[in-house]
């Protein structure tokens, strides 16, 4: 059973910056895709941005030129840096894992709060 752990939310200030961590631990990190949704209040969880195994990235258009992820196969952590952030960005964050034959593992989510 993998287990996905977020570090890294907060509360900032519009315009600000904030950097998540996902560390995996219990299962080979290297042959999974890696990806962080978000859910607001009284909205659906949405994908926010997405790496693949070969590195091979996808963003939400709302976070394009603003959030970067990325991967580190040597610590087994998926980071999303988060640049200009806006009061729209305001969720939970949540770190998830898809195996290649689809299975979906999710973290307990961490709290990103933007104050205008």
Not at 25 to 43: C, D, E, L, P, Y
Not at 90 to 107: E, F, I, S
Request: neutral net charge.
């Amino acid at each position: 059973q993998a287990r996905l752990r977020e570090s890294g939310g907060g509360e900032v200030q519009a315009g600000g910056s904030l950097n998540l961590s996902c560390a995996v631990s219990g299962i080979v990190f290297t042959i999974n895709t890696m990806a962080w949704h978000r859910q607001s209040s009284g909205k659906e969880r949405e994908l926010v941005a997405r790496i693949t195994s070969s590195g091979d990235t996808h963003y939400a258009d709302s976070v394009k030129g603003r959030f970067t992820i990325s991967r580190d196969t040597t610590r087994n952590t998926v980071d999303l840096r988060m640049n200009n952030l806006v009061s729209e960005d305001t969720a939970v964050y949540y770190c998830n894992l898809k195996t290649p034959w689809g299975d979906d593992q999710w973290g307990q989510g961490t709290q990103v709060t933007v104050s205008s």
